[in-house]
């Protein structure tokens, strides 16, 4: 399985987490999950995923205010921020690395994205 890309889902909502881990898995996908900001960080640094679905009102923090650093810091990471509040996006020269999905999200959306 290491030849596989690999996903990280940071979300407090356990049903969508578990909802996407089940979507990507079937679609040949390593995932692993994190329901709070600082689980979410550690996973990363210690995993070093290839794509991050990232929440932004986490129990522990602000996801999307990470996104810049986080952009910086792990060069090959896509990020697809996830949030149904539509808070202001945060700024990054790199704007192929960083989407947006807006919750709720439809399976169709999820398809069309290019992973």
Known sequence: MSGLKKILIVDDEE??????KIYFTRKKYQVEV????KDGLKQLEQWHPDILFLDNNLPDGLGWEKAPQLLDNYPALTIHLISAFHPAIPEHTDKNRLH???????HQQLNDLDL
């Open 15 to 20: 049903d969508l987490c578990l909802l996407l």
């Open 34 to 37: 994190a329901n709070n900001l």
């Open 100 to 106: 947006i999905i807006e919750k709720p999200f439809s």
